[in-house]
């Protein structure tokens, strides 16, 4: 027996427990309107790709239709991701298939190679999965059942490998909408070299895990035997991963350096530039899985066409049902029914769509929007110990503003500089605060870095109105113990000069479009907020002279 599938038996619980996914109910496939079948696809390399296809019941085998496509490393016919799958059909669990289906188009499921029922060797979106992407398009495209128009959907990996798609242009990609996907693999377990923490659900929110033990949970899925009723050629492929695949992949996954070979390979952001294949793209501020980071980049990036995005408070998800608005799924099937089916509709809603932390939705035609300035203000210098675990205000420098004198509204990523003197082994974070009058202080957003003489920190994405009265806080630690794993340097960081750098909307906002709070939203109002003594208040004030809204166009 393969030693990867047996540990896959073996530990299977433990994921559970670690929290790959919390357990769901799998749809039963014969209750939706779909035929299955499955076929192999042979990619250039010889590797052998297994898709499950569904076609809307009543339909003849040779109707042509638009298609829409996953490219997925979680579709195990035995489990998506650790949850047993245990009826007969493909695992389809949180993706569209049955408003696609129901719509007229033919939905395929594609394995990764090393993944369900695929042969060969991952290598966690590098030249084997790219062209894994490219030639299950191609192949969607070709089919005589298929009018030539794919269109590719995906949250979280599913999402990258949609981006993976639209970063090789193959033949027949009409659209994509990737939601919550990685662009930058590098950032989604590290920052700055810095290894973030994956929560443990269901057991626990909090960050448990280090970034460097995801490629273990990724080969413990890619060894997922088959089930009972699958084919010989399937039940083979599900555990042929080879021992030195497995070292190899655990070593690239685990590498802390940016500028190794292995991850420039993999950052899709300038393979993304100038791009024109209409994108749906959604992400969340409060996801701390795939993070508010890169994927501004591409957005930023991104080349004429009709492109639309949904920013906003909720967590790693689509926004099928977790957003708190009901429009998604009406504006992602009119979406892919005007590019890739060709009909003559209207995608409604506005270009970009941003929930605000205050809960407000509004419209925007860029974001950050074209009125954001970058407004900069010093905060104070002194010394942190670098130690991690216990909390204790040796590790913290604070620095406050005044009760804000108008109201403000922060849109896009902040930045700090800061000049440092202490060893490469410690780490500098900076953590922004918005602080009520009563001195109850919740998260903004936060970034770290390793200290060098100059470290350069830039904190994660957000949307954020900051009311008059309120004060802004900045607090310059060692690092969040639930956010990244750091070995403690134990020794005094000293902090000679930092200055930081807020993205402001120079015009006021109203929000104009319907909406509602996500249970994300609720969850961080609750969880991130502490409460700031008048001491500390009275003692970190710095002038920080933030500018009024300004008039005129934004």
Known sequence: MNVGAALSRVLVGVLLLLGVVAPVSAADPAALPFTWSQSYI???????????????????????????????????????????????GPSIDFLPVDMFLRAGYTYVIVDLRGFGGSSGCPDYGGPGERSDVTSAVEWAASQPWSTGKVGMVGVSYEGWTAMMGLAGKPKGLAAVGSFASAVDPYTYLYMQGVSWKFSGKPVIDRGIRPADQVGLEHLLIASTPGRWDDSPEYQANAVQMSPQCYAQYAANTADHNVNSEFWRDRNLVDKLRGNTIPLFLAQGFLDYNTRA???????????????????????????????????????????????????????????????????????????????????????????????????????????????LAQDQHLAGA????????????????????????????TIITRGIAPVSETAEVRMLAQDWPLSAGHRIGAMITDVIDDVWSHTPANTAVTVTAARLD???????????????????????????????????LNNATVPMNLPPYETGDR
């Open 42 to 88: 042979t990619a250039p390399d010889g590797t052998r790709l297994h898709a499950d296809i569904m076609r809307p019941r009543g339909i003849s085998q040779d109707t042509r239709t638009p298609v829409v496509l996953t490219v997925s490393p979680y579709r195990s016919h035995l489990a998506y991701l650790s949850i047993p799958h245990l009826a007969d």
């Open 414 to 441: 902040p930045t700090a500089s800061l000049r440092l003197v202490g060893p490469p082994t410690a780490t500098v974070t900076v953590e922004l605060y918005d602080i009520a009058p009563d001195g109850r202080a």
């Open 293 to 403: 980071y890169r994927v501004f980049d591409v957005w930023d990036a991104l080349g004429p066409g009709e492109h639309r995005a949904w920013f906003g408070q909720w967590s790693h998800s689509d926004c099928h049902e977790k957003c708190g608005t009901p429009n998604f799924d009406a504006e992602l099937l009119a979406f892919f029914d005007r590019h890739v089916a060709g009909r003559d509709v209207e995608v409604p809603g506005p270009r970009v769509r941003v929930g605000q932390y205050d809960g407000g939705w509004r419209s925007e035609s860029a974001w950050p929007p074209k009125d954001m300035r970058r407004i900069s203000v010093d905060l104070r210098p002194g010394v942190y110990t670098d130690r991690g675990i216990v909390p204790g205000p040796d590790r913290e420098i604070w620095s406050v503003s005044e009760p």
């Open 502 to 536: 807020l993205p402001l909307l120079g015009a006021p906002r109203q929000p104009d479009l319907t909406g509602g709070v996500s249970e994300a939203l609720v969850k961080w109002r609750a969880e991130k907020t502490i409460t700031l003594g008048p001491g500390l």
